[in-house]
């Protein structure tokens, strides 16, 4: 008993000096809503089978699906390795049309892609380390509209530059998630809970950039509203989408569009009923994120032993997608409870009759059939 005692005093102690370490990671105690737990999983976000039930393509020939974009009969996306792929609305091949040029741990990997909404020749992709470009499909040129290691004049380099929405009049709004971390760390930025994030918006006429907001909390995906009346991005970490009035009277200002989110969002992208849907990286189904979030001497202890992966997989097991409506209300949600087709859901595209799951590492899309995707959640 006395040896006992003894083993775990030195326990302590060893964790202790452990905690007292000094390191870059930081980690804040916080709590995803002030006034509510976790959301209960009932209604429209009651758990079925729909993304278990659904088919994985192309598999083991693609790397880290991690968001898309369509038009004229193709689907794009951005891979682990760099490199970024189209295929058929079929699902039946795919060819690469850009290669990785450069080593990702120098130019990270492609993440958001978007159409210009006047021209179908413009693929707009935020490649986190490399830069905002832009690529012609119709001569196959490629161009740097921002450099993440030199963004403009007074701007500190772009460290995970993660979605854009490039707007009617060519201008741009794009995301970093954060000024802190790298390509490499973002269990990092998400896991520590402060306020790393930026949004900007780049001007092509004088190609300008300027920080429309700061201190954000690991903002991520983009999606612009009706008219160009606002734009939508997630706080990964706060589990929470937020909305930035472009124009009319609130135009600059900014409020909480869906708050509380049974999950960590990633990528919102419109859905076919009118709404956004949100992929989301995390699922709040077993109370582990919430506990974890309001004890930062966990995340650190987890840190300092190298434990941030492993924890993240613990959490990992419930892939889960939510449909929010033009108010941010939940409306819809598909599930795949035990992970038996995916673990994880970065981005949604929704094809009108089949919708397309991305992931930020699995090694294939998911693909959901129209009898699947427009049932009410059961």
Request: hydrophobic share 40%.
């Amino acid at each position: 008993e006395k040896m006992l005692k003894y083993v775990a005093a030195l326990f302590v102690v060893a964790v202790g000096i452990l905690l007292a370490l000094p390191t870059h990671f930081d980690p804040v105690a916080f709590r995803y809503s002030s006034t509510d737990g976790a959301p209960e999983f009932t209604g429209p976000l009651a758990v079925n089978q729909h993304i278990a039930n659904a088919r994985r393509v192309f598999q083991d020939a693609v790397q880290g699906p991690e968001a898309f974009a369509a038009a004229s009969g193709y689907v794009y996306t951005g891979l682990k390795d760099g490199r970024i792929i189209r295929f058929n609305l079929e699902l039946s091949d795919f060819e690469t049309i850009l290669e990785s040029t450069c080593a990702i741990n120098e130019c990270g990997r492609p993440l958001g892609l978007k159409f210009h909404p006047r021209d179908a020749n413009k693929l707009y992709v935020a490649y986190s380390r490399k830069g905002l470009l832009l690529y012609h499909l119709d001569t196959k040129q490629w161009e740097t509209l921002v450099d993440c290691r030199q963004p403009g004049e007074g701007i500190t380099p772009l460290m995970i530059l993660n979605d854009m929405v490039p707007l009617s009049n060519d201008s741009v709004f794009f995301t970093d998630m954060s000024d802190k971390y790298g390509f490499h760390e973002v269990e990092e930025e998400v896991v520590e809970g402060r306020p790393h994030g930026r949004l900007f918006h780049y001007n092509p006429t004088d190609k300008s950039l300027r920080v429309v907001l700061e201190s954000l909390h690991s903002p991520n995906g983009m999606a612009v509203g009706p008219d160009e009346q606002f734009v939508l991005f997630p706080e990964t970490s706060r589990a929470r989408v937020i909305r930035y009035y472009l124009k009319g009277s609130k135009a600059g200002t900014v409020d909480i569009f869906a708050d509380n989110l049974p999950g960590l969002p990633d990528n919102i992208t419109p859905s076919s009923g009118g709404g956004y849907w949100v992929g989301l990286g995390a699922v709040r189904d077993n109370g582990l994120l919430d506990m974890l979030v309001e004890r930062p001497w966990l995340r650190l202890l987890g840190y300092k032993l190298k434990l941030m992966h492993f924890l993240m997989k613990l959490i990992q097991k419930h892939a889960m997608i939510i449909e929010l409506d033009s108010s941010g209300r939940i409306v819809k949600s598909l599930h795949d409870p035990n992970g038996l087709v995916t673990t994880s859901v970065s981005s949604v595209l929704d094809l009108g009759d089949k919708l397309l799951l991305g992931s930020f590492f699995a090694p294939y899309i998911v693909a959901i059939g129209n009898e699947q995707n427009i049932a009410a959640s059961e």
